[in-house]
Structure formats: C-alpha cells, structure tokens
C-alpha cells in the first residue's frame, strides 16, 4: 500500500517537472522563433529588380520601389498566421525609369514565377526561424534539467519545505523572479521589428483610376496615399495601360491555344515541347503550356537564351519557366545571352538537367548537348573578341562529336546554336540535332554520311517572338515558334512545329517522321540530295555589340 502511494506521488512529481518545463521551454522557444522570424530578410531577383524582402504578420504584400514611385499594397486572405511580407525594390539594369516600369509591368501580367520566389524565400525564413526557437527550447530544456539534478534530491526537498512556508524575504524575492521571467516572455512573444508602412494611408487603386476595368488583382491593390502617388500618376497609368494590354493579348492567346489541335502520341510514344530564345517574354509561358497540354506532352527540352544579358534580375525568366512546366522533365542548355554563371546555376536549382557535354538519360532519352560557350554583345563578360568565339565553337563541335560517336546511343542533341554542331551532324552518330538561337526555322534537314547513316536536324524559331534579344512587351514582337519532338523506345520518330503569329493566330504544321524524311534524302529529293554539297550556315541576326 505505501508503496503504491509512494509511486503515484512520485508519478504526480515527474509531471509536475514535465509541466513545468514546457511551461517555460516552449514560450521560450516560440518567442525566439517569432522574433527571429520577423528580424529576417533574403535577397530575391523580383521582375527586374534585386529585392529585399522581409516577412511580417499584416496578412498584406507591400512593395516599396523608390521615393519616385508611391508604395503597392495588396491585402492576403488565405496566408497561414497572417503571415505577409515587405519587399523593396533595388536596381535594375534598365536605362530609364519609364523602360523599368514598362518591365515590371509586363511581369507583373505574369506573376506566377515572382510569387513562387517570394513564396520560397519566406518559407526558408520561416523554416530557420522555427530551428533557431526549438534549438532554443531545447537548450532551456537541457538546462533546467541538469540544474535539477545538480542540486539534488535532498536539497531540492528542503527547497520544498522552505517554499510552502517562506519568509517574507523569500517570497518577495520569487515574486519579483516570476515577474521578470513572464515580462520577458511576453516581450519575446509579443516584440516585433517596426513596420515602416505601419503609419501610413491607403486608398484602393480603383478610387485613383477610376476608368480601370475590373481584374481580380487591381480590384484589391492599394496605393499608398502621399506625394509620390500624386506626382506618379502619368507612370502609373502607363504602367497600368501595359499591364491590362498585355493581359488581354496573351489572355485572349491562350485561350486560342485551347482549341489548337496537335498530334498527340500513340500508345507506346511519348512527346517534348521545345522551347528556345524566350528572351524573357514570360507571357508566352503559359501559351506554351497550354500547347504542351494539348500535345500530352511530359518532357520540356530548353535551347536556351531564356535571357537577354544573363544578369541577376532577369532569373524571373528562369523562375516562370519553372512554374509553368511544373511536373514536366526539363533539359536545357544555356544560349550565348544566358553567359555567366547566374543563369546555368539557376536553372539546375530549378531541377532542370543542364546538358554540360555528357551524355544523359532524361525519361528515357539519351540526350547529348552543352550551353553555348559564346557571349553576345548584351552579356556581361563580352570581349568582342569575334576569333575567340569561332575557336571557342569549333572546339566545343569536336568534343560533342567525339563523345556522341564514342558513345554510340545518343538519340538527340540539343544545343542552342546549330554551329555548335556542325561536325557533330555530318558524323552520322545521332539521331537529331535540335537548335534555335537564328530566331527563325531552318529545316529539317537531313545529313547523310557516306556510310548510310542519317541525321535530321532543326532549327526554331524564337518562342518568345524576339527581336534581336528583345521580346518583352505589350504582344509578340515577331513570329514565335515550338516544336512537338514525338519519341518512341527512346528515340526521336516524329517533328511538328507551332507558329504563333503577332496578330495572335496560332497555326500547326504538318507532323513529319524521321523516317519519312530520310527516305526522301536517299531518294534524292533536290533538297535534300546527299550528293549535293550542303550549304553554308545561316547568318545569325546581328546583335548589338554594346
């Protein structure tokens, strides 16, 4: 019998110790991790800007972009504990102010990429905040519980006689150290960082422009109500009238390539969507999505200048690319505006398969590819040095060709200039050479080597219907172009190639297989008779060299 009490009130004082300790472990440890929290901050590429942004609890997005520019507020009802955040804006690469907002503009019309970037770096904040709070409880855990047992079962029960009858000394003393532990709690908990938006006005974009048409985004916006929205107002309707004609045209195109009809593959076949000289239009993301639907294609194969100058602020590009083909198997390679090391980087943390010269086997396709080791005149690193990027192509020719041929299953090679496969295709070692980088179609056209064996290549147009490096803006500045590659046991069968023109029609060329092709090189069609030399490469568009 007593020991059956002993036992139960040795159970009731483990719990009390348990209780005990959370009671001052786990304040503690959400305290450290709302502070820290809130005292954070992470660099982001946002549109194109650098920006900074800091996480809060006002259930609200603020982008502060300069003393220029009134402040943008959007209120958020669905974030988990209120969570919001304030973003400013830093540099942009822009030349003027009006070519920045026209920038921003046109991306916000797409915002899915920078939303996910902000989304993910919150939540990386968020994540650290929560290990630094339980490293925290768990250190104060620790902590008392040695102190517990430092002092002793013995000494611990004279400590519980002298407080169930304490002096007056004693009992002063404990107050005042109950008072300072949960003052210093609640400061923890309740303390946060000054919101410098947390003063002032804001009134609905709707009451500044009244004429504005009604959009589910520009129906909550705020602006934030000073001198700048008043001395603004011209810059701010200019980049609202590009945000509403750049909805509305790329809008009313995907709803056209809703009803594109396309080859979808046969039981057995699998199909891939190529994409190349984007330029940064990430309006044409969804377009080209919505083609990839109706195609079932599962594979995004990336030729590259997805860029204008490969900077930092320019990994929206990257970013929406990403978002968009969400689920898809993506391999890529970097064009000669992507140069550096900001883009490749990006694109790997992204997930996509960045062709580098060896071979790789993506859904089941032996691909072989590599980024254009050249820079434009636009990339930072440019030289001008013309020769070095001739050698710089030759070399890197011979080494695909030597690897394909040395490997001897390569089915297809992608690369964004097809100079970086000139050697490469009359071997006879691959199956299809895809390239874009000409912003027009060449081919396809087929090679074929003295022994018989036969090569298809071709080149797309720019799917971002760019001029020179330029393609962002209000509409398509030129053609744009994609191609549906349709495979089989891991080899290429089958092309058909998509035009989308300026005037937003979309029109689908008539599907082509390998084999047809070939057999009408061999039966020497006049175009593609073996026996004929083959023409010269192509010359590019100039670019600029500024």
């Not at 770096?121 to 905040?129: D, L, V, Y």
């Not at 009992?171 to 300072?180: C, E, P």
């Not at 509403?244 to 195109?253: G, I, M, V």
């Not at 032996?366 to 005149?377: C, E, H, K, M, V």
Request: hydrophobic content about 40%; some cysteine.
């Amino acid at each position: 019998m007593a020991r059956g009490v002993e036992g139960r009130a040795a159970t009731v004082r483990r719990l009390v110790a348990a209780a005990v300790l959370l009671a001052v472990a786990v304040p503690t440890g959400l305290g450290v991790a709302r502070a820290s929290f809130l005292a954070s901050e992470q660099s982001v590429s946002i549109g194109a800007h650098d920006a900074t942004v800091r996480p809060n609890f006002t259930s609200a997005a603020v982008l502060e972009a300069g003393p220029l520019l009134p402040q943008l507020r959007l209120p958020l009802d669905d974030t988990p504990l209120g969570i919001g955040a304030r973003i400013e804006l830093g540099g942009s690469e822009a030349r003027s102010l009006d070519e920045v907002i026209t920038n921003d503009a046109v991306i916000a019309s797409q915002p899915e990429g920078e939303i996910a970037a902000v989304t993910e770096a919150i939540g990386q904040m968020a994540r650290q905040a929560v290990l630094r709070g339980v490293g925290v409880a768990l250190l104060v855990s620790a902590a008392l519980v040695v102190a517990w047992r430092a002092v002793g079962a013995d000494r611990r029960a004279a400590l519980a006689r002298s407080w169930r009858r304490p002096s007056r000394g004693q009992g002063a003393a404990g107050a005042g150290v109950l008072a300072t532990v949960l003052a210093g709690g609640v400061l923890v908990a309740v303390s946060s960082p000054a919101i410098p938006d947390q003063d002032v006005s804001w009134i609905p974009v709707t009451d500044v422009f009244t004429t504005l048409p009604d959009d589910p985004i520009l129906d909550r916006l705020e602006l934030s109500d000073g001198a700048a929205t008043r001395s603004g107002r011209s810059l701010i309707e200019g980049a609202l009238r590009t945000y509403r004609e750049s909805n509305a045209f790329y809008d009313r195109l995907v709803e056209t390539a809703e009803d594109v009809e396309v080859r979808t593959p046969e039981e057995g076949q699998t199909t891939a969507l190529v994409v190349t000289d984007r330029h940064s239009n990430v309006a044409m993301d969804p377009v080209a999505r919505q083609l990839a639907e109706n195609a079932e294609a599962e594979l995004l194969i990336d030729l590259g200048d997805d860029t204008s100058n490969g900077a930092s602020w320019e990994q929206f590009s990257i970013n929406s690319l990403a978002r968009e083909f969400e689920g898809f198997d993506v391999v890529a390679v970097a064009g000669n505006h992507d140069q550096g090391p900001i883009i490749p980087d990006l694109m790997q943390r992204r997930g996509f398969e960045l062709l580098a010269g060896e071979p790789k086997d993506v859904a089941g396709i032996r691909f072989l590819g590599a980024s254009d080791p050249r820079s434009s005149g636009l990339t930072q690193g440019y030289t001008g040095d013309e020769s070095d990027n001739i050698a710089a192509i030759r070399d890197q020719d011979a080494e695909l060709t030597r690897t394909a041929c040395d490997d001897g299953d390569v089915a297809v090679v992608a690369v964004h200039s097809s100079a970086q496969a000139r050697q490469l295709r009359e071997s006879g070692c691959v199956d299809l050479v895809l390239s874009g980088h000409l912003h027009r179609q060449v081919g396809p056209d087929v090679t074929i080597t003295d022994d018989g064996e036969a090569t298809v290549s071709l080149t797309t147009g720019t799917t971002g219907g760019a001029v020179y490096a330029f393609a962002l803006g209000t509409g398509l500045r030129r053609e744009a172009q994609m191609t549906l590659v349709t495979f089989e046991d891991g080899r290429p069968v089958g092309l058909q190639i998509i035009d989308v023109q300026p005037g937003g029609t979309i029109s689908v060329q008539e599907y082509v297989t390998l084999a047809d092709l070939i057999e009408a090189a061999v039966a020497g069609d006049p175009e593609l008779d073996p026996d004929v030399p083959l023409p010269p490469e192509p010359e590019p568009e100039p670019e600029p060299t500024g």
